[in-house]
Nanobody, 127 residues
Framework: QVQLVESGGGSVQAGGSLRLSCAASGYTSSSVRMGWFRRAPGKEREGVATIYPDARSTYYADSVKGRFAISRDNAKNTVYLQMNSLKPEDTAMYYC????????????????????WGQGTQVTVSS
């Protein structure tokens, strides 16, 4: 059974940092693309960052480039999202996702490209 469990969310002031973790189980996470997404209140879910199995290919939303960094430790079946210089507009529920069996590719930051999701971890940034 595939499971993705996020952790590391919390409340910080603007300019602060958080590191999110996503622990995967039930499949070989090192062979699949992984992504981080977020949904702010009243907004659509949006892609934040994607990382390929080789851990060298990464993609970011323009809104987080230079501030966020996605990484993975395949030995631990874990994906991370380091978030620096946080802004109030980064406030959202953050979700980890894995592309395991989805046939169609909609793009690196498209939620439809991923078929397994965690429950999310809340990030709140105050000004």
């Amino acid at each position: 059974q595939v499971q993705l469990v996020e952790s590391g969310g919390g409340s910080v002031q603007a300019g602060g940092s958080l590191r999110l973790s996503c622990a995967a189980s039930g499949y070989t996470s090192s062979s699949v693309r992984m992504g981080w997404f977020r949904r702010a209140p009243g907004k659509e879910r949006e892609g934040v960052a994607t990382i390929y199995p080789d851990a060298r290919s990464t993609y970011y939303a323009d809104s987080v480039k230079g501030r966020f960094a996605i990484s993975r430790d395949n030995a631990k079946n874990t994906v991370y999202l380091q978030m620096n210089s946080l802004k109030p507009e980064d406030t959202a529920m953050y979700y980890c996702a894995a592309r395991i069996s989805r046939a169609i590719w909609y793009g690196n930051l498209a939620p439809e490209s991923f078929d397994y999701w965690g429950q999310g971890t809340q990030v709140t940034v105050s000004s």
